[in-house]
């Protein structure tokens, strides 16, 4: 008879590659980064929390996280407005235009993040696509500053991470009941109470987990942000990078990088876990 300990260590054994490649891979540069942000100085001299000390008592440092974060739930909720009409047409289509839909949801997942950005450089440029369709309609008398703005580094973005929110509420429309959407419109509901009440509160799982993906991917989207940003836009990723090569600051951008990662994580948590309790409440009653 085999002891029972001797079968548990058997089961661990698959288990010890990946734990050893999720240490070398992630605490142990983690913690480099923790002790690394320690230092009182760039010269390494003593230990304190003088960096992070820093970063709360300067006001350009907050208003960078905020603005980053603010980028990345602009960008969650605009891919979040464009995904949920690509997924009704998706649902209400036939067996080829599913097919066509899904490569064209995946076709920007095969192409470098790089080349993307560049496209959106060419067509918010001031002589891109944008521009020379509104000059040669006569709705523009010059052309407009699109890129290097907010607004043209959010449109870029929610392109890009459209995929990450628009296959999540695809799924769950799927897997909604549609005696449900039927029998509301039995009762006379219009379509858009049919979306807000039906629709929407069944499928806000889905809806939540794109959101999050979102948020996390924009948030922290450093070449899209600096390419498309143009170095006018000051945000955490290129900041952390300006501490790190410009400045050789390492103590503070590993600083800022930790307080970068637990703030879009806590985000993450904290919206995660409401979210849960908002759908056990809805599940109760």
Do not use: H
Not at 81 to 92: I, S
Not at 201 to 221: K, Q, R
Request: glycine content about 8%; proline content about 6%.
């Amino acid at each position: 008879m085999v002891p029972a300990g001797t079968n548990a260590s058997r089961q661990l054994l698959p288990v010890i590659p990946l734990a050893v490649l999720f240490l070398a891979a992630f605490v142990l540069p983690l913690a480099a980064l923790v002790l690394v942000s320690l230092f009182r100085d760039p010269q390494f001299s003593g230990l304190s929390l003088v960096q992070y000390l820093r970063f709360i008592s300067d006001p350009f440092s907050l208003k960078v996280l905020s603005d980053t974060l603010w980028l990345g739930a602009e960008v969650a909720l605009a891919a979040l407005v464009l995904a949920y009409p690509l997924a009704l047409v998706y649902v209400a289509s036939g067996p080829f235009m599913r097919t066509l839909i899904t490569f064209l949801i995946m076709l920007p997942l095969l192409t470098s993040t790089v080349v993307r950005t560049f496209a959106w450089i060419v067509i918010l440029g001031r002589d891109g696509i944008i521009n020379s369709a509104m000059l040669s309609l006569g709705l523009w008398q010059a052309p407009a500053r699109l890129l290097y703005t907010w607004e043209g580094m959010v449109l870029a973005l929610t392109q890009i991470q459209l995929p990450l929110m628009a296959l999540p509420v695809i799924n769950s429309l799927l897997r909604l009941d549609g005696n449900l959407t039927r029998a509301a419109e039995g009762l006379g509901a219009s379509r858009a109470r049919i979306f807000l009440t039906v629709i929407l509160p069944l499928t806000l799982p889905g809806a939540i987990a794109g959101w999050l993906l979102v948020f996390a991917a924009a948030a922290t989207a450093f070449i899209t942000q600096t390419l498309v940003g143009g170095g006018r836009i000051i945000l955490m990723p290129s900041y952390i990078y300006q501490q790190a090569v410009g400045v050789q600051d390492w103590p503070f951008s590993a600083a800022l990088s930790l307080i970068f990662t637990l703030a879009v994580t806590g985000i993450v948590f904290a919206v995660g876990a409401l979210s849960r309790r908002y759908l056990r409440g809805v599940d109760a009653a």
